[in-house]
């Protein structure tokens, strides 16, 4: 039965403070006007110019319309740091098969009138998901492909990395329990937890992670099946115990105690969600028609 949705709008090319990752095709475009329709559509096809003056200078572009910043490379995937509470900042990554790859540190000026490459770092595959940690500014993890195959690590930005040029990333921990294709990994984003949960085609996979040591370990794991096809996934910020998962055309809850699926909205062709981080049951929808939904659900099935 379809889900009776609460609100239904048409999606708008202005980002949020928070992105979803495979909304990102320019890099970063802070508006402070609406666009025409004309202009928003015309905004999602321009990919990011490799000319721009270098890989660490930021640009303006389009006076008031934004800011603009310029990569080498092409790149898919952009985070917001949570754990920099002082500054607006984002990690993004490039996505080159044959080039070295890139991790830029960026920071949003003062007066919100340029972005500032904070540190440049080398990342040896392409880069398809990249999120932060959100008790440590400095860790981030990856998802990536050789052009082979998937893998999945979780990184540490060195402390010197403003002093030198640059400089390589420190691997904390390797993800690499994976068979499949890796969609995602995600952390608890209410603050600091020593779990990571990796998304992949079929499977779900529980990690305790341990900073200290340089080590994660498979803690649990489900299958969705093989008739399911994972493609992402958002960690409930007000409930540790719950990750819900996109898969094909509906919307699974998953129960990390058990491992198993708590719950499920069906006929929803979804291609990316979150949690609201203020109120509970409060999901955001992003479907396939670039249509944005937002609804209550409770565990009784009870939609609003």
Partial sequence: MPVPWLARRRRSSC????FFMSDIWTLVSLSKRQKS???RDSAKRVQLKRHLRSPVTASMQGGSSGVGYGLKYQARCISDVKADTDHTSFLTGTLSLKEENEVHLLRLS?????LICEGLFS???EIWDLSSCPFDQRIFSTVFSTGESYGAAVWQIPELYGQLNSPQLEKIASLDAHSRKISCVLWWPSGRHDKLVSIDEE???LWGLDCSKKSAQVQSQESAGMLHNLSGGAWDPHDVNTVAATCESSIQFWDLRTMKKANSLESVHARDLDYDMRKKHLLKVYLIRKLVISFLWQPNHQLY
């Avoid at 980002?15 to 928070?18: K, M």
């Fill in 15 to 18: 980002p949020r403070p928070t």
């Fill in 37 to 39: 329709k004309r202009e």
């Fill in 110 to 114: 003062s007066g919100g009138t340029e």
């Fill in 123 to 125: 990342h040896p595959s």
């Fill in 203 to 205: 499977n779900i996979f």
